[in-house]
Every structure is written in C-alpha cells, then in structure tokens.
C-alpha cells in the first residue's frame, strides 16, 4: 500500500508555521498548537454525512502517504530521491511537515501536547468505537481483547458510560493490572484458559452484549464472536493481517442473530472528537496519561521495542 | 472537506493498485498567505514562496528497514495546505512494526 523510502507517523502535534492561502478553517493562526488527525477524500457518502472515519478510501488516502489530488510528495532527500510524506495526510515522524488542512484539530491546552498527540488515532479509535458505536449501556456487558491504547481506551470508555460488566483480556499480567485500575471488572488472562470463549460466557452468565478485538489477530476475533450473547455485536477495531480469514459457524450466527462490524478510527469526526476526549482527560475520566511514555526522537527504537514488549500503551 | 474532483481516481479506490505517481511537480508562482498573530486574513496578499524547507526526518528505506534520521526537503505548501512544527507524535503499534507492509 504504500511505497519507500518514506516518513510515517500519523499522531502528530505541533504548531503551525505556515497557513496556504485558501485553507477553510479560518480562525487557524500561525503558532497556533495543533493536534493531527486522519486524512479524507471528502466527496464519498460517508464523508459527506459526518462520518468521515469511514471514507471509502479511508486506506489509500492515509497509507499511500502522498497527496490526494496529484499523488505528489512534499518531501525529497538532498539528493532529489522523492520521499512519500503524507502518511495519513501528515507523517509526523519528522520535525516540519506540509500538512493537509483536514487534519488539524486546534489543541486549546497546549501544555499537555505530548499525552493528546495519539489521540488522532489510538486513543480516538479505543474510545469511538464505545462511545459513538456500540454505547453499552447500563445493564450491558462489554468485552475488549487486546489491551493496547486502543483497548484501554475503549475500557476507559465504557467505564465512563458505566456499563455493568466490563471484561479485560490480555496475555500480559501488566496490562491486566493496568486495566482493573482503569475500570475493568473483571481481568481474564487469556493465557490461563482452556476455553476462553466459556469463560466469557460463565462471567457474563450468557455471552457479552458487545466485545472488541484490538489485537487483530485471527483466532481472538473468531473466539470474540463465540463469547457473545444472543444478539451480541462485536466490533473488529485491531488491524488483522491481510490476506488471512476468520471462520465462523454461520447457523449459530444466524440463530443468535449476532453482528459482527468493522469499525475504523471509532467513527470519529476529529474535528467534533478529539475537542471532547481532551475534554474528558481534563475532567478526569479518560486518564490517558497512565498510557504515555514519551521519548526523545534519538531513542526511536527503544520506543519502538518497548511498544512492541507491551511496556507501554 | 477537501476539493477533490468529485469522480474519484481509479487509483485512489484501489489501495492495493500500483501506479506511477507523479514526483516533483514544479508549481509555478505558489502563493501563501502568512498569516501573522492578529492580522486580519484578507489584507493584501503577499506572493513569498515557502519552498524548499529543510528538516529532519525518520525515513523508512524499504519495507522492515528501521527508521533513519536524515535531513530531508520540503518542496512547497500548497494553498490547501498547513505547514506544521511537529512537537510530538504518537507511534502506533499497527503501522510502525517493520513488519506492516
């Protein structure tokens, strides 16, 4: 999907230095703090209905990592080797990058920059998919696998929303604890069970009302579709490997008149959501700085390997 | 939203197409506004060019290579288009693995 040599990054923040001159969002100012979000078509029926994380070329439009209109790529190395660096309309593993006006958000509270800047993607996707998606409501159970940022931010969400049964799963005793702190109410480790989709099952006494994949892998979405109750809707959010199927049996499917979605970025609108969850940070209920580590540029790769280690979100 | 032709590009609705893309597009006369503090938008329009910007970047080589510092060059903004500092940015599990494509 996309082509190198190239920048990535997609969770950028930072402030404006320059404005083109026919950029719609009028009250930007240079020097403003910006947090950076996804990039959109911007004439496809979703994105023309507010939901733009569901444009329709959702995956070209960010991972191809050039411009929409002309393909073209700000970026080149002194030697004029051309370097692909819009991912996601902004790659912001870089000090200065051309940005495409969609992807700013104004950050009113620039002091906490660094803990807002993954907002654009993880931490709004976690959280949009509770929030604006399946919104479990106050009898409702809701598993989430994988507890990643994403996963822990659709916990923080739905303990926000108060649903009743909140279940955390992971294979990693850290992120279990990480987890029950956050608000889960239950903590299975994956790891420990025979049967996992059973144990769901005997907790919830029937199956889960909702449940979320944010590991993207194969067995943990078909064992999610078995822990749901009758009627259940589990959302596939964790980016599976392409190519690679699920199976699953579809008469008890249909006979448990279950849903299975896929949801990306957690049908957020940057413009409307990013404001909301800062907001939700400041007033305590979304404590995404549990979740952050910074680092400095030099040390990308113990960033990198740590992430990966499950050390941090 | 972003003033694309209203009949999108093959190439746009295929991620997985390969396409030649088109590389270095010489703009002529690019104009910027800059847009200093409080100055209203729409005094006089001065024509500079932002070109040509040096900076620094994390450029991934090829596919599972790791992530290089090098100095890189920005051409231009274009009018749709903000130039931003970047202070921060958060790195995702999904799309910074050397294994993601």
Do not use: W
């Not at chain 1, 144990?199 to 194969?218: E, F, H, N, P, S």
């Amino acid at each position: 999907m996309i082509d190198f040599p190239a920048i990535l990054g997609h969770e950028g923040a930072g402030y404006i230095r320059a404005i083109g001159r026919s950029v719609k969002n009028k009250s930007l100012r240079i020097g403003d703090p910006v947090l950076l979000s996804f990039a959109t078509c911007g004439t496809c029926k979703p994105c023309t209905t507010s939901h733009p994380a569901y444009c329709t070329t959702h995956a070209s439009v960010n991972h191809n990592a050039v411009r929409i209109g002309d393909r073209s790529t700000p970026a080149r190395l002194a030697d004029g080797t051309s370097i692909r660096s819009q991912y996601f309309g902004h790659s912001s593993f870089a000090k200065m990058s051309v940005v495409n006006e969609m992807c700013v958000v104004k950050c009113d509270y620039p002091d906490k920059m660094d803990i807002y800047a993954p907002i654009g993607c993880g931490f709004q996707t976690g959280a949009g998919t509770v929030l604006n998606v399946l919104k479990p409501g106050k009898d409702d159970s809701i598993v989430v696998f994988g507890l990643g940022s994403v996963g822990l931010c659709a916990l923080m969400a739905a303990k926000y929303i108060s649903a009743r049964q909140i279940i955390a799963v992971d294979i990693v005793q850290e992120k279990l604890d990480m987890g029950k702190d956050l608000g889960a109410t239950h903590t299975v480790n994956s790891r420990e069970q025979a049967d996992l989709a059973k144990t769901v099952k005997d907790i919830t006494k029937g199956g889960a009302t909702y449940a979320v994949d944010c590991t993207g892998t194969i067995p943990v979405i078909e064992t999610m579709v078995e822990c749901l109750a009758p009627l259940g809707t589990a959302a596939i959010v964790g980016v599976p490997p392409a190519d690679k199927k699920i199976s699953l049996d579809p008469l008890s499917f249909l006979l448990e008149n279950k849903r299975l979605i896929g949801v990306i970025e957690g049908d957020s609108d940057p413009q409307e959501f990013v404001p909301k969850l800062v907001e939700l940070q400041r007033q305590g209920h979304f404590p995404i700085e549990k979740l952050c580590r910074t680092y400095p540029v030099a040390n990308m790769k113990e960033a990198i390997h740590d992430l990966h280690a499950g050390k941090v979100g | 939203m972003q003033t694309v032709p209203a009949a999108v590009p093959e190439f746009i609705r295929d991620p997985k197409a390969t396409v030649e893309h088109v590389e270095d597009i010489a703009v002529v006369g690019n104009l910027v506004n800059l847009v200093k503090g409080d100055e209203e938008q729409n005094t006089q329009d001065r024509k500079s060019d932002l070109k040509d910007i040096k900076t620094v970047a994390l450029v991934v080589k090829e596919p599972k290579a790791d992530f290089e510092l090098q100095d890189v060059i920005l051409d231009e903004i274009r009018e749709n288009e903000v130039l931003v500092e970047m202070k921060y940015s958060g790195i995702c599990k999904a799309f910074s693995s050397p294994d993601f494509n």
